[in-house]
T-cell receptor, first 113, second 113 residues
Framework: DTEVTQTPKHLVMGMTNKKSLKCEQHMGHRAMYWYKQKAKKPPELMFV???????INESVPSRFSPECPNSSLLNLHLHALQPEDSALYLC????????????FGQGTRLTVV | AQSVAQPEDQVNVAEGNPLTVKCTYSVSGNPYLFWYVQYPNRGLQFLLK??????LVKGSYGFEAEFNKSQTSFHLKKPSALVSDSALYFC???????????FGAGTRLFVKA
């Protein structure tokens, strides 16, 4: 299994809603990532988990809250988002850091209304 | 600080012709370099990487890239382009031992039949 699975594929939420994005991998990878991608732009790193511990938080607003319940799962909890947070949210995993390539999920297309 | 430059927003090539997508980088120390491809509404797919050793790296779908340390470049190439190669291509760099991957702005490749 070489897949990173993200759910849901599409999400529309109001600015007062609370929702969660989910990501799962069964490749035994110990590093997992959340990226945000706006249209026709490169992915922007949000969070990195290594061995289930948060290693990098790229100064992301607190309305985004990551969680890594175990080595296979990564969640992104959303609360009180703004319309400008609408984007494609990508989850990725890699065997480790350094020279290991990342495997990306198909993403969740988030629209905040 | 790490950075990646993809000087061309778009590359147009006829099917069957060779293609080149350019990438230059700036990083202290030895870099890990990657190429990813993204099809519409999809996540990124890994194509190839340079870690160390032979400067010519071969990857998926007939793509290859040449690492040039003196020119700090890592151009993506393919001898004969296919219409199905049309997509958005990202060059990326990671510092040795680092978690963070920096992506270039992306180059859109159009292959015309």
């Amino acid at each position: 299994d070489t897949e990173v699975t993200q759910t849901p594929k599409h999400l529309v939420m109001g600015m007062t809603n609370k929702k969660s994005l989910k990501c799962e991998q069964h490749m035994g990878h110990r590093a997992m990532y959340w990226y945000k991608q706006k249209a026709k732009k490169p992915p922007e790193l949000m969070f990195v988990y290594s061995y289930e511990k948060l290693s990098i938080n790229e100064s992301v607003p607190s309305r985004f809250s990551p969680e890594c319940p175990n080595s296979s799962l990564l969640n992104l909890h959303l609360h009180a988002l703004q319309p400008e947070d609408s984007a494609l949210y990508l989850c990725a995993s890699s065997q480790g850091t350094g020279g290991f390539e990342a495997f990306f999920g198909q993403g969740t297309r988030l629209t905040v209304v | 600080a790490q950075s990646v430059a993809q000087p061309e927003d778009q590359v147009n090539v006829a099917e069957g012709n060779p293609l080149t997508v350019k990438c230059t980088y700036s990083v202290s120390g030895n870099p890990y370099l990657f190429w990813y491809v993204q099809y519409p509404n999809r996540g990124l797919q890994f194509l190839l990487k340079y870690i160390t050793g032979d400067n010519l790296v071969k990857g998926s779908y007939g793509f290859e890239a040449e690492f040039n340390k003196s020119q700090t470049s890592f151009h993506l190439k393919k001898p004969s382009a296919l219409v199905s190669d049309s997509a958005l291509y990202f060059c990326a760099v990671r510092h040795t031992g680092g978690f963070k991957t920096i992506f270039g702005a992306g180059t859109r490749l159009f292959v015309k039949a």
